[in-house]
């Protein structure tokens, strides 16, 4: 792999982590909100899929952001019954999103980033090596 494949393949490992990044951001601004009445159903948590994509033109695999999907598992419930969104009980959804898991989400993404970013400088120095050897 030369050096220009190495910058494609970090800039796309980049790119699908800034998604991942907006995507937990949303979830955390949604965190904790219910619908309007109690027949609607609060924000669903997101959640980011991946899969490598080959670039026929030269022959490198990148990631690539494969779906934005909605997590199916329960919406968590509190008893709160002066809420709009109470049911019959004064039960409210809330929207099914831990904000534990999505800091430590956020963490990981923040790693794959910076680790593309690390590696790309390193690419941009040898370039920048190689150009100075060629002087």
Known sequence: MDLKETLQVSAMGMKAQGVRLRVVA????NAGTTGATAADDPYRRKIVTFKNELDRKTGVETVQVSDIGVDKSEF??????GNPAADGNGNV??????SLIEVMDMHE???AY??????????KSMLIQTI???K
Not at 26 to 29: D, I, K, V
Request: hydrophobic residues 40%; without cysteine.
């Open 109 to 111: 993404a923040q790693n």
């Open 76 to 81: 968590q419930s509190k008893y709160d019954p």
């Open 114 to 123: 910076q680790a593309n970013l690390g590696a790309t400088e390193i690419a």
């Open 132 to 134: 100075n050897l060629l």
């Open 26 to 29: 949303e979830n955390l601004a």
């Open 93 to 98: 959804k809330i929207a099914n999103v831990n």
